[in-house]
């Protein structure tokens, strides 16, 4: 396809969703030039529904808190963990960290499409069918070929690149940037349904985790939206599926079934939505910065989904990415490896680590222990809420040591 025409701009951000829509906002509020190249139409389906209280500290910082407060989203103050007849709730304002006591579950197509009507209000542009094909990154400034629905194509200059594109992974794939992850191939089957849950203890204003009662690395979603609606998901590795129906209704019905909890909850859910997969989506990066460019969110790396981290670790890294960038744009030296790259990864690498606690089990006996001390809960509680880069935080700054310790104690109290 022959290329007619070059264009310009000072930043272009790959991908319009919460990384890419907050990154351009923070910029555009700075007073510089932004381009938002965006693949598909809005609203568009996504994963990702439960949200942590810390990210709404970034909504806030881009100006839309008040828009997304006044969407009517499910309000959410916490998270319950359910296995067998053991259950434990956590209430984010009851965490060790300042910060926002509570967030809100949403369906996504309806979120990212605020978050990036916001940032269009307030100057940014957005070019919604378009999509970076291919990028030129050894000459002065960065070139990347924008293809249009129509299949025309054209380069866009760029005085930085910030890669948004989550599970698109666009910079990775076409710098050679992709690094395996650390975490086995799981996958997800999930589905939205009409609820009618009425059964204590479940808590609306809370995502519910409940755990397979055989397999421990065998976990379920329960986030109810504001509508009586709630997304509900199985994650499991690729062996718990191979008994299991292909057909995803059925799939994601059996597993169920085997989780008389679970069952329960749901007894009365009306299943009027086709179930969806997604698997292999744990992914990591070479580096998270290079010349001219930045990679934001699930562009970078993404860890798991059971502690709902996702859209919070793209919006930090959406946040200190902008910042940073606003430095260097002004003229000022900076150093991506020190003030970006490091002190993002400490607070994935604080997930990561009760993530891999979650699913060898230490975790788990943790958050189901019922004698653990307040204080100890209202640490763990703030990891849970996502202030996952609170130094002051025991279970922040020492997070294996500490979870080794809790296991210890936990398994001595049990014997
Ligand atoms: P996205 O939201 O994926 O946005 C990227 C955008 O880039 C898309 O709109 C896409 O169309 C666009 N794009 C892609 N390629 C191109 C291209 N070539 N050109 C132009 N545009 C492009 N997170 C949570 O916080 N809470 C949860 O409860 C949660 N549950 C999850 C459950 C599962 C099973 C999984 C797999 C993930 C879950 N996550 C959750 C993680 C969450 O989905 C992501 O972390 C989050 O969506 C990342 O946001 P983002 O802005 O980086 O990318």
């Not at 993404?302 to 890294?317: C, E, K, N, W």
């Not at 990415?321 to 993002?344: H, K, S, T, Y």
Request: proline residues 5%; hydrophobic residues 40%.
């Amino acid at each position: 396809m022959p290329i007619t025409d070059m264009q310009s701009r000072t930043v272009v951000v790959i991908g319009a969703g919460p990384a890419g829509a907050i990154a351009a906002a923070l910029l555009n509020r700075k007073g510089h030039d932004v381009l938002i190249i965006e693949r598909q139409a809005f609203p568009r389906f996504s994963i990702g529904e439960s949200l942590l209280s810390h990210c709404l500290d970034f909504v806030e910082e881009a100006g839309m808190l008040d828009a997304v407060q006044a969407a009517g989203f499910q309000f959410k103050n916490g998270a319950a963990f359910a296995c067998g007849d053991q259950y434990s709730a956590f209430d984010f304002g009851e965490g060790f960290s300042q910060g926002k006591p509570s967030t809100f579950q949403v369906q996504r197509a309806d979120f990212d499409q605020l978050l990036a009507d916001q940032a269009a209000l307030q100057g940014v542009e957005i070019r919604y069918l378009q999509e970076i094909v291919s990028a030129d990154f050894n000459a002065a400034q960065p070139v990347l070929q924008v293809r249009r629905e129509d299949g025309s194509q054209y380069a866009l200059q760029a005085g930085f690149v910030l890669d948004a594109s989550g599970y698109g992974r666009v910079l990775p794939r076409l710098l050679d940037l992709e690094a395996p992850s650390d975490f086995p191939l799981r996958r997800a089957v999930f589905t939205h349904v009409e609820d009618h849950i009425q059964s204590p203890p479940f808590d609306r204003n809370k995502i519910l985790v409940s755990v397979h009662p055989e397999h421990r690395d065998v976990w379920f979603w329960t986030i109810p939206f504001s509508n009586g609606r709630c997304s509900q998901g199985v994650v499991a590795s690729a062996e718990r599926f191979k008994d299991k129906p292909e057909d995803l209704d059925a799939c994601l019905r059996a597993f169920i079934d085997e989780t008389p909890s679970l069952r329960n909850t749901l007894k009365d859910a009306v299943w009027d939505t086709p179930a969806r997969t997604i698997g292999g989506y744990a992914a990591n990066v070479k580096t998270l910065h290079g010349p001219g460019f930045a990679l934001l969110g699930n562009a970078a790396e993404f860890l798991d989904p059971v502690f709902s981290s996702g859209v919070t670790i793209a919006m930090r890294s959406a946040s200190m990415a902008a910042n940073l960038l606003d430095q260097q744009l002004r003229g000022e030296q900076v150093d991506w490896e020190n003030d970006f790259a490091i002190p993002l990864k400490r607070g994935v690498d604080t997930f990561r680590a009760y993530v891999e606690g979650w699913y060898d089990g230490s975790f788990q006996d943790v958050i189901f222990f019922k004698d653990s001390q307040p204080e100890i809960r209202a640490m763990i509680s703030s990891i849970l809420a996502g202030y996952a880069w609170d130094l002051r935080n025991p279970f922040v700054s020492e997070p294996k040591r500490r979870l080794r310790m809790l296991t210890e104690i936990c398994a001595g109290e049990a014997s």
